[in-house]
C-alpha cells in the first residue's frame, strides 16, 4: 500500500491530533498550566510524595484505582509531574476523540477543515479559562462528555457482541471519570442514560430483544465499572482508620458545603449538648479545626445535622425551591452564565431546525427529554445552594456536546437543503464564537495575572520551609487558600515541613503519618511543646493577622493554658513583608 493511500486513510486521526497538540502547544505559549484551587495541589502532593515523604496511593478526592496508578508512575520517577501529564492527556485526549469521530461526517478536506476551525474555536471561547486553571470536576466532565459523543454516533446496526466491543472505549472513559470525580460522574449519569434512550429511540423497530441487549449491555459495563471501581477504594478503605475518616470527611463536606455554621450566639445550648465552647466553635468558622482532637466524625454530624434543621427551619422546601426555579430561569436566559447559556440555547435551536427539515419529529420529544433531565439537574444543584463554576460549566459542556452529537446525526446527508444547513450552523457558531472569544481570552488573562502575582508569595513560604527544613510550620488556613501551583513549572516534589491547620485531609490517616514524620502526635500539643514548631499567618489580610492572636491563646486558655504568640520571624517579598512567623509560648 502506497504512503499517500496510507496516510488517506489515517487522514481523520492526524487531523484530530494535530489539533488537539496545536490547542495544547498554542495554550502553553501564551500560559503555564496552573491547577485550579489549593485542593488540587493538595492532592497533587499526596500522590507526588510531597504531603508524606511516599506516594501514596489514596488521594482521598479521587477513587483508589486511579489515584493508587498515579502513585506508581511518580515511585518510579518522582521529579516527573505525572499528575499535570495525567490531566493534560484527559484534557487534549478527550478533544481528539471527539474531533476524530466528528471528521468522520465530513468528505471534502475543505468541510473538515471548517468543522476542526470551528470546534476549535468553541473549545478556546468556552473551555480556555478551564484548560488553563486545572480542576478535577471539569476533567471528569470531559471524559465523560467524550465518551456519550462516541456511543451516541456509533454504528449501531451491528450485531450485540461487536455493539458492545465498538462501545468499550466509552464504558472505559466513563469508568475513568468515575474514578477521578465520582460525584460529578453521578451528576450527569443522567444525561448520559437519556442519550442512550435517544440513540436507542432511533432503531427501527424500536423494542426487539436484539436492541434491548445491545443497549443494555453497554449500560451494564458502565455500571459493572462503575460497581468494580468503587469495590477497590472501599476495599482499599476498608480499615477502622479509614473508615472513621471517611465518616468524618463526609459530615464535614455537608457541613462546610451544604449548610451554614450555626453561631455560637442563640445556640449556645446545642454546642453546650456537644461539649464545645466557644473558642472551638471558632475553630469551625475559621477552617482551623485540626488544632482540636475532639472534633471528631460524630461532633462533625452532630452539627451538620443541627445546620440541617436550622435550614429546614427558616426556609420552607416550597420556598426554597421557587429560590431555585428563579435562579435557574435567570441563569438559563440572561447573562449569570454568559456564553455557555447562550451556546445550549443556540445548539438546541439548530438541532430543532435540523430534525424540522429532516421531518424527523421525534426529535422533538427527544429535545423535551434531555431538557426535563437537564432542568432537574440544575434544580437539584440550585436548591442545595452549590453551584461554582466547575460544576456549571461541567453541566453545560455535557450537554453541548450531547447537542453536537444530536446535530451531527441530523446534517449528515447529500442533499442541497442539508448542505445549506450546514453553512447555516457554520455561520451561527462562528458569529457566536467571534462574539464570545475576546472575553474568554480576557477573562483567562485577568485570572492568569492575578495568579501570577499572588503565587509570588507562596513561592517564597515554600523557599522560606525549604531552608529552615528543621522547622515545622502550620499554615492559617484562610491565609493560604488563594494559593495554587503550576502543573509543569518549578516542581519539587520533597517531602515538605507545612502544613495548613485544617481543610479536608485534617485528621485523616495521612495527616498523622505526615505529622509522625517530624515527631507530633497532635497540633495543639506540638504548637505549644516544641521548639521547632510554629505558625504561619499572612499579614496583609486585615481581618487574619488580628483574628488569629485574639481565637489561638483564648483556645488554650479554654483548655487551661495561658499562652502568649511571639513573633520569631517573618517572609518578606521586596522589602515588604508578607507572612509573619508565630511561636506559641506558656505564660508560667
Given at each position: 500500500m502506497k504512503l499517500a493511500e496510507k496516510l488517506r486513510q489515517k487522514e481523520n486521526c492526524i487531523w484530530s491530533l494535530g489539533i488537539s497538540v496545536l490547542l495544547c502547544t498554542v495554550i502553553s505559549m501564551f500560559f503555564d498550566y496552573y491547577y485550579d484551587l489549593n485542593d488540587d495541589v493538595l492532592m497533587k502532593d499526596i500522590l507526588a510524595g510531597v504531603y508524606t515523604g511516599t506516594p501514596e496511593g489514596n488521594n482521598i478526592q479521587m477513587l483508589f484505582p486511579i489515584s493508587f496508578l498515579i502513585s506508581l508512575f511518580y515511585r518510579v520517577a518522582r521529579v516527573v509531574p505525572w499528575y499535570g501529564v495525567f490531566f493534560s492527556i484527559c484534557h487534549f485526549g478527550s478533544i481528539y476523540l471527539i474531533t476524530n469521530r466528528l471528521l468522520t461526517f465530513f468528505e471534502s478536506r475543505l468541510t473538515k477543515l471548517v468543522a476542526v476551525f470551528l470546534e476549535s474555536g468553541i473549545v478556546v471561547t468556552l473551555l480556555l479559562k478551564d484548560l488553563v486553571f486545572v480542576?478535577?470536576?471539569?476533567?471528569?466532565?470531559?471524559?465523560?462528555?467524550?465518551?456519550?459523543?462516541?456511543?451516541?454516533?456509533?454504528?449501531?446496526?451491528?450485531?450485540?457482541?461487536?455493539?458492545?466491543?465498538?462501545?468499550?472505549?466509552?464504558?472505559?472513559?466513563?469508568?475513568?471519570?468515575?474514578?477521578?470525580?465520582?460525584?460529578?460522574?453521578?451528576?450527569?449519569?443522567?444525561?448520559?442514560?437519556?442519550?442512550?434512550?435517544?440513540?436507542?429511540?432511533?432503531?427501527?423497530?424500536?423494542?426487539?430483544?436484539?436492541?434491548?441487549?445491545?443497549?443494555?449491555?453497554?449500560?451494564?459495563?458502565?455500571?459493572?465499572?462503575?460497581?468494580?471501581?468503587?469495590?477497590?477504594?472501599?476495599?482499599?478503605?476498608?480499615?477502622?482508620?479509614?473508615?472513621?475518616?471517611?465518616?468524618?470527611?463526609?459530615?464535614?463536606?455537608?457541613?462546610?458545603?451544604?449548610?451554614?455554621?450555626?453561631?455560637?450566639?442563640g445556640n449556645e445550648a446545642f454546642y453546650e449538648s456537644i461539649g464545645m465552647t466557644e473558642?472551638?466553635?471558632?475553630?469551625?468558622?475559621?477552617?482551623?479545626?485540626?488544632?482540636?482532637?475532639?472534633?471528631?466524625?460524630?461532633?462533625?454530624?452532630?452539627?451538620?445535622d443541627y445546620a440541617a434543621g436550622l435550614k429546614k427551619d427558616r426556609v420552607s422546601f416550597t420556598e426554597n425551591l421557587k429560590i431555585a426555579l428563579s435562579e435557574y430561569k435567570y441563569r438559563t436566559f440572561y447573562d449569570t452564565d454568559y456564553p455557555w447559556n447562550?451556546?445550549?440555547?443556540?445548539?438546541?435551536?439548530?438541532?430543532?431546525v435540523a430534525a424540522v427539515m429532516n421531518k424527523r419529529f421525534r426529535f422533538i420529544w427527544e429535545l423535551a427529554c434531555l431538557g426535563i433531565v437537564?432542568?432537574?439537574?440544575?434544580?437539584?444543584?440550585?436548591?442545595?445552594?452549590?453551584?461554582?463554576?466547575?460544576?456549571?460549566?461541567?453541566?453545560?459542556?455535557?450537554?453541548?456536546?450531547?447537542?453536537?452529537?444530536?446535530?451531527?446525526?441530523e446534517c449528515k446527508t447529500k442533499t442541497g437543503i442539508f448542505s445549506l444547513l450546514k453553512v447555516m450552523v457554520a455561520g451561527v457558531m462562528l458569529l457566536v464564537c467571534i462574539w464570545r472569544l475576546d472575553n474568554s481570552i480576557t477573562a483567562t488573562n485577568t485570572e492568569y495575572a492575578r495568579r501570577e502575582e499572588v503565587n509570588k508569595e507562596l513561592q517564597a513560604l515554600q523557599a522560606y520551609a525549604r531552608e529552615h527544613d528543621d522547622n515545622f510550620y502550620f499554615f492559617d488556613v484562610y491565609s493560604s487558600v488563594k494559593y495554587s501551583e503550576k502543573l509543569f513549572a518549578n516542581v519539587d516534589n520533597s517531602l515538605s515541613n507545612y502544613d495548613i491547620m485544617g481543610g479536608w485531609a485534617s485528621k485523616s490517616p495521612l495527616?498523622?503519618?505526615?505529622?509522625?514524620?517530624?515527631?507530633?502526635?497532635?497540633?495543639?500539643?506540638?504548637?505549644?511543646?516544641?521548639?521547632?514548631?510554629?505558625?504561619?499567618?499572612?499579614i496583609e489580610e486585615p481581618d487574619t493577622l488580628p483574628y488569629v492572636k485574639d481565637w489561638l491563646p483564648q483556645y488554650y486558655a479554654d483548655q487551661g493554658v495561658m499562652v502568649q504568640l511571639q513573633k520569631v520571624d517573618s517572609i518578606a517579598i521586596n522589602e515588604k513583608e508578607i507572612f509573619a512567623i508565630y511561636a506559641v509560648n506558656e505564660v508560667q
Open positions: 480542576q478535577y470536576t471539569i476533567t471528569c466532565t470531559l471524559l465523560a462528555s467524550s465518551a456519550v459523543f462516541l456511543f451516541y454516533t456509533a454504528d449501531s446496526h451491528v450485531p450485540t457482541k461487536q455493539f458492545f466491543k465498538k462501545n468499550i472505549p466509552s464504558i472505559l472513559l466513563v469508568t475513568l471519570a468515575y474514578c477521578i470525580r465520582s460525584e460529578m460522574l453521578l451528576l450527569v449519569l443522567p444525561l448520559i442514560c437519556v442519550t442512550g434512550l435517544c440513540k436507542w429511540a432511533g432503531e427501527k423497530p424500536f423494542f426487539t430483544k436484539a436492541n434491548a441487549a445491545k443497549y443494555f449491555s453497554v449500560f451494564g459495563g458502565i455500571m459493572a465499572g462503575i460497581v468494580l471501581s468503587q469495590g477497590i477504594h472501599m476495599v482499599a478503605n476498608s480499615g477502622e482508620d479509614w473508615k472513621q475518616f471517611t465518616t468524618f470527611f463526609d459530615n464535614r463536606t455537608e457541613l462546610y458545603d451544604f449548610q451554614t455554621i450555626p453561631p455560637y450566639e473558642s472551638e466553635q471558632a475553630l469551625l468558622i475559621n477552617y482551623n479545626f485540626g488544632l482540636q482532637e475532639e472534633i471528631d466524625a460524630e461532633c462533625m454530624g452532630r452539627i451538620a447562550l451556546f445550549v440555547i443556540t445548539m438546541y435551536g439548530l438541532v430543532l437537564r432542568s432537574g439537574l440544575w434544580l437539584f444543584i440550585l436548591y442545595r445552594g452549590r453551584a461554582p463554576e466547575r460544576i456549571t460549566h461541567s453541566l453545560y459542556w455535557m450537554e453541548l456536546v450531547i447537542l453536537l452529537a444530536l446535530l451531527v446525526k495527616m498523622e503519618k505526615k505529622y509522625a514524620q517530624f515527631g507530633i502526635e497532635t497540633m495543639e500539643q506540638a504548637l505549644l511543646e516544641q521548639d521547632n514548631v510554629f505558625v504561619i499567618v499572612r
